[in-house]
């Protein structure tokens, strides 16, 4: 109920303020998949959900400066509303900054990645713990500073409570509002490639008088091989409370409507050290010659060695997702 009241004030309050401004910009999607899961232990599952997605922007510029500001709202299949995007932004050319909710550069970028189910989610690191998209009591800023067209810097950071019900970010389960994030990163420009680099340090209380603090980095780069984009990419993390380690890499590319990924990942913990392999892949067709309608066939199939005893150790997944663009 309180995240279908902030979902429906944020749309409201987007409404009202550009009326009197200027019209802002609207567009909307649905989403709807078709799930089967079946894991090493247990019956397969399956699974419909979706969604739909109403944006509203508008940006007011004065010479080279601008303000700017989105609202996202996901109106999902099991009748909830969530908020997706809820920021302002407001610089130049040269520098800006970003306050809300949002999602930060992506060091660790899946491109086609429409199903990808891991074993254990646990054994991926993906450089993101400070991307963003906090949940309640949350907060996110992002500096933007473009030095030239070939290099640029962003610092984001996060604090609040960040309770976002996803194990890759921060804020996870029962955490207090002691939470901060600071994630610097640098992005070169070249004709052969797009290069981003970036270290991330994330340290907050938890319920019940535990920590965390963990720190990491990533690198990636993308480029173009013939007609196909292909990403590359690396990250690394450690628990200082734990010193448990983990190192994991992706490849995929995209070539027209089809996409094909592989992540490995390996863990140092100090007993089983469990490593993962996930395969994901992708193909989208029209949908009856109609615009902007679309069905894409996904699946992703994953495997981990020296798991804890008990533990699943291989997940296949498929999935149909149908897209259409209002």
Same mark, same amino acid.
């Given at each position: 109920?309180?995240?279908? &009241?902030?979902?429906?004030? &944020?749309?409201?309050?987007?409404?009202?303020?550009?009326?009197?401004?200027?019209? =802002?910009?609207?567009?909307? !999607?649905?989403?709807?998949?078709? +799930?089967?899961?079946?894991?090493?232990?247990?019956?397969?599952?399956?699974?419909?959900?979706?969604? *739909?997605?109403?944006?509203?922007?508008?940006?007011?510029? @004065? #010479? +080279?400066?601008?303000?700017?500001?989105?609202?996202?709202?996901?109106?999902?299949?099991?009748?909830?509303?969530?908020?997706?995007?809820?920021?302002?932004?407001?610089? /130049?050319?040269?520098?800006?900054?970003?306050?809300?909710?949002?999602?930060?550069?992506?060091?660790? =970028?899946?491109?086609?990645?429409?199903?990808?189910?891991?074993?254990?989610?646990?054994?991926?690191?993906?450089?993101?713990?400070?991307?963003?998209?906090?949940?309640?009591?949350?907060?996110?800023?992002?500096?933007?500073?473009?030095?030239?067209?070939?290099?640029?810097?962003?610092? +984001?950071?996060?604090?609040?409570?960040?309770?976002? #019900?996803?194990?890759?970010?921060?804020?996870?389960?029962?955490?207090?509002?002691? &939470?901060?994030?600071?994630? =610097?990163?640098?992005? $070169?420009?070249?004709?052969?490639?797009? &290069? @981003?680099?970036? $270290?991330?340090?994330?340290?907050?209380?938890?319920?019940?008088?535990? /920590?965390?603090?963990?720190?990491?980095?990533?690198?990636?780069? !993308?480029?173009?091989?013939?007609?196909?984009?292909? !990403?590359?990419?690396?990250?690394?993390?450690? +628990?200082?409370?734990?010193?448990?380690?983990? @190192?994991? $890499?992706?490849?995929?590319?995209?070539?027209?409507?089809?996409?094909?990924?592989?992540?490995? @990942?390996? *863990?140092?913990?100090?007993?089983?050290? =469990?490593?993962?392999?996930?395969?994901?892949?992708?193909?989208?067709?029209?949908?009856?010659?109609?615009?902007?309608?679309? *069905?894409?066939?996904? #699946?992703?199939?994953?495997?981990?060695?020296?798991?804890?005893? #008990?533990? /699943?150790?291989?997940?296949?997944?498929?999935?149909?997702?149908? /897209?259409?663009? $209002?």
């Amino acid at each position: 109920m309180k995240k279908t &009241i902030l979902a429906t004030a &944020i749309v409201s309050s987007i409404l009202s303020v550009s009326a009197v401004q200027a019209a =802002p910009v609207f567009d909307a !999607n649905f989403e709807l998949n078709t +799930d089967a899961v079946d894991k090493a232990t247990g019956d397969t599952t399956y699974d419909q959900n979706g969604r *739909v997605e109403l944006n509203a922007y508008s940006k007011h510029t @004065s #010479g +080279d400066n601008f303000f700017a500001g989105k609202g996202t709202v996901l109106l999902n299949t099991d009748g909830e509303a969530t908020v997706d995007d809820a920021f302002i932004q407001l610089g /130049n050319g040269t520098w800006d900054f970003q306050l809300g909710r949002f999602e930060a550069i992506n060091l660790f =970028p899946l491109a086609k990645d429409t199903l990808i189910v891991h074993v254990s989610d646990d054994y991926v690191y993906q450089a993101n713990k400070v991307r963003g998209r906090v949940g309640d009591g949350g907060g996110q800023i992002a500096f933007h500073y473009k030095a030239s067209e070939m290099v640029k810097f962003e610092v +984001d950071t996060i604090y609040g409570d960040g309770d976002s #019900g996803d194990s890759s970010v921060v804020g996870n389960g029962d955490d207090t509002t002691a &939470i901060s994030g600071v994630r =610097p990163s640098v992005t $070169f420009v070249t004709d052969a490639a797009t &290069i @981003s680099a970036g $270290f991330e340090s994330v340290k907050y209380d938890q319920v019940g008088g535990t /920590n965390v603090d963990l720190s990491g980095y990533g690198v990636t780069a !993308n480029f173009d091989v013939a007609a196909a984009n292909v !990403n590359l990419a690396a990250a690394f993390s450690k +628990d200082d409370n734990t010193d448990k380690k983990i @190192s994991s $890499f992706v490849a995929n590319m995209v070539y027209g409507n089809f996409g094909l990924g592989v992540i490995a @990942s390996s *863990v140092d913990d100090g007993a089983t050290d =469990p490593s993962l392999v996930t395969t994901y892949i992708a193909y989208t067709v029209p949908v009856l010659d109609i615009e902007n309608a679309t *069905v894409t066939f996904a #699946g992703s199939y994953s495997t981990a060695d020296d798991v804890a005893a #008990g533990d /699943n150790d291989k997940t296949t997944a498929a999935r149909v997702r149908f /897209n259409y663009g $209002f």
